[in-house]
């Protein structure tokens, strides 16, 4: 037995479990949303690239070779990817706007709020390097442990941490008007 908890659901996916299929996509599909979101601050290719994901997951499953990586540690890798294949296609294409979010907040002012920090928080994101960028969405908003992140970006813990200090300090310098508390000082 691994210690990959999706183990058995990767295999019976493989053997064209429907319910299995229908499980790991439940799982790890909503994840995959944020993941690509964070990367690329556009909801429409975020969804698109988390259904890539989930589509490559889906036609590997017959091969996975359990043992090897961890299938979550592989999919994101896979989700990254597709990430960097956009971004690199769209670099020519720079945009000053940030698409419209739905207003789901308590109330009209506090939605208003809420959503213009979001989008600061998406800019300054987005104006990271690519690798800092990436090594704060996979440990803050993927919540991926420093040594799943680093193993996940083939980087070392250290140049991990390194990467993360850096990416920290850049988005508290860009959102230094932001209440404290908003950006985690």
């Known amino acids: 037995m691994t210690n990959d908890p999706d183990e058995d659901l990767v295999l019976r996916v493989g053997r064209g479990d429907a319910a299995a299929a229908r ?8 994840r995959m949303v944020r993941l690509a979101y964070r990367m690329l601050g556009d909801p429409q290719a975020a969804e698109d690239v988390a259904q890539e994901a989930m589509l490559r997951a889906w036609k590997q499953a017959p091969a996975w070779q359990p043992g090897a990586a961890r299938f979550d540690t592989w999919l994101h890798r896979v989700a990254i990817n597709l990430c960097y294949d956009r971004l690199r296609r769209r670099r020519e294409v720079l945009s000053d706007t940030l698409p419209e979010q739905v207003d789901d907040g308590p109330s009209p002012d506090q939605g208003w709020i ?3 920090q979001s989008r600061q928080v998406q800019a300054a994101l987005a104006a ?9 969405v996979l440990c803050h908003f993927q919540e991926l442990s420093q040594t799943e992140a680093a193993e996940l970006m083939s980087v070392s813990v250290e140049a991990l941490e390194s990467l993360l200090a850096r990416g920290r300090r850049g988005l508290r310098t860009a959102l230094s008007d932001l209440a404290p508390e908003r950006i985690g000082r």
Do not use: H, N, S
């Open 23 to 30: 499980a790991l996509v439940a799982g790890k599909l909503p």
């Open 114 to 116: 809420d959503r213009d």
């Open 128 to 136: 990271l390097p690519e690798r800092q960028r990436e090594a704060i």
